[in-house]
Nanobody, 121 residues
Framework: QVQLRESGGGLVKPGGSLRLSCAAS????????MGWYRQAPGKQRELVAT???????NYADSVKERVTISRHNGKNEVYLEMNILKPDDTGVYYC???????????????WGPGTQVTVSS
């Protein structure tokens, strides 16, 4: 069984910074892509950023220049450094990982339960 757990969310003022972390645990053979998504109240879940096992990154246009995604493959962790936060960045942030649980099996997508980020003065 695989679990993902996010941490680092909270309340921050506009212009502030936050660093989110996500740790994957359980029966993991290999982790392919990892990423962060967010869902604002009343809106659909949207991509924030993704990173491949080799470190190639992809960002949503709305967060480019303000956000950095990184990962530590040895620890099965992914991070999201967010700067110059805006009220529009408010939402629940979810970690997702494409995980292979055993040799020869196909990857499956796993989600964490989410962590709340609120940007407000």
């Amino acid at each position: 069984q695989v679990q993902l757990r996010e941490s680092g969310g909270g309340l921050v003022k506009p212009g502030g910074s936050l660093r989110l972390s996500c740790a994957a645990s359980g029966s993991i053979f290999r982790i392919n892509d990892m990423g962060w998504y967010r869902q604002a109240p009343g809106k659909q879940r949207e991509l924030v950023a993704t990173i491949t096992a080799g470190g190639r990154t992809n960002y949503a246009d709305s967060v480019k220049e303000r956000v950095t995604i990184s990962r530590h493959n040895g620890k099965n962790e992914v991070y999201l450094e967010m700067n110059i936060l805006k009220p529009d960045d408010t939402g629940v942030y979810y970690c997702k990982a494409d995980i292979v649980t055993s040799w020869g099996s196909s990857p499956s997508g796993y989600w964490g339960p989410g962590t709340q980020v609120t940007v407000s003065s």
